[in-house]
């Protein structure tokens, strides 16, 4: 099974409180969950695939660890290389059994499951009305007589849901709130050679459509699927270029249905997405036919990433051939005139 990111928690955030109130766990698979100290789908955009290179890394900081050969497998290097080199810490607090049945059952006790049973309930705004987008989804197929690669109708749908806020999409680490950032990039910059490409590391986050800054853009990668639903490919032979211009044409279609009215979805948060968000498309090579744009434009339209390209004063290339990269989907609000 896949390691899929579902959720990530900011200091004053619940976790496991609906399993935990609930009178029945019947519905919750808590042993497909897992959780660690930190985003663990984290990952750098100039690539560290690198044998000879990431084996005199490992040498010189004294550790053993594989190379990694896929973007989720970086993790596992960065918590070795980080055991002994950082004090970055996250804390919990656990509830007491005890607690947990006053929760429930004592009346004295009601403010603090109201709140945190509201908490909890807004977080479940887009995932309680999914079945309603995805219908909506298959009514704008129907209408158009779509029948696209089930793999890409999935990432399609996925898309819409990272812009929709319900689900994580990824941004570049600009601070250290939910990881050693500033660490970890110092290591590498000192220990791995990245040629003059700025060490920049990307991370889980909500995309938000109501707060989020008019510069600010949250990521989707073919090369990192992250989908709740992922069908088999229908097209094995396609190229990542071909199947970014299939994932456009589904979306862009969505919207078209959208906003000539033809899906009842009048007032609705999907209908905001289609008015307000735009999503673009990037790869690290050339389109020819000037559907998909070239990655190395991205610092362009990106405040965060921009930010990122400085270290020490200096100001670093963005490594435009980097595996995220290959196969691109940008989600950020569009421009108002």
Not at 40 to 52: A, G, Q
Not at 68 to 89: A, G, H, V, Y
């Amino acid at each position: 099974m896949n390691l899929l990111p579902w959720r990530l928690y900011k200091p004053g955030d619940f976790f496991a409180a609906f399993f935990s109130l609930e009178s029945s766990s019947l519905y919750h698979p808590a042993s497909v969950f897992s959780m660690t100290s930190g985003a663990r789908n984290v990952f750098f955009i100039p690539n560290i695939t690198h044998r000879d290179i990431h084996q005199r890394m490992c040498r010189r900081l004294n550790i053993k660890t594989d190379v990694p050969l896929t973007l989720l497998e970086q993790w596992n290097n960065f918590k070795d290389i980080l055991q002994d080199r950082s004090d970055w810490t996250s804390e919990v607090i656990l509830f007491p059994k005890k607690w947990i049945n006053a929760i429930k059952n004592d009346k004295a006790w009601s403010s603090l499951r109201s709140h945190i049973e509201k908490k909890e309930w807004l977080k479940t705004n887009y995932l309680r009305n999914k079945v309603f987008y995805d219908l909506a989804m298959s009514q704008v197929h129907h209408n158009r007589n779509l029948r696209p690669n089930t793999h890409m109708r999935d990432t399609a749908k996925h898309i819409l849901a990272i812009a929709s806020g319900g689900v994580l999409g990824f941004k570049p680490a600009i601070d250290d709130e939910t990881l050693p950032n500033t660490k970890l990039r110092e290591i590498y910059s000192n220990n791995y050679n990245f040629k003059g490409y700025a060490p920049v590391l990307v991370e889980p986050t909500f995309f938000d459509i109501n707060t989020i800054h008019c510069a600010s853009s949250v990521y989707y990668s073919l090369q990192h699927p992250t989908n709740l639903e992922f069908s088999p490919s229908t097209r094995k032979d396609a190229s990542t270029i071909s199947e970014l211009i299939e994932l456009k044409r589904i979306v862009e279609i969505f919207y078209q249905e959208v906003l000539a009215g033809k899906i009842p979805l009048s007032g609705n948060l999907i209908v905001k997405v289609c008015q307000d968000i735009s999503i673009d498309y990037y790869h690290t090579k050339p389109d020819p036919y000037g559907e998909i744009a070239h990655s190395k434009i991205l610092p362009t339209l990106d405040d965060n990433l921009r930010k990122c390209l400085t270290q020490n004063g200096k100001h670093l290339e963005l490594s435009a051939s980097g595996m995220f990269l290959r196969g691109l989907v940008r989600i950020s609000p569009k421009d108002k005139e």
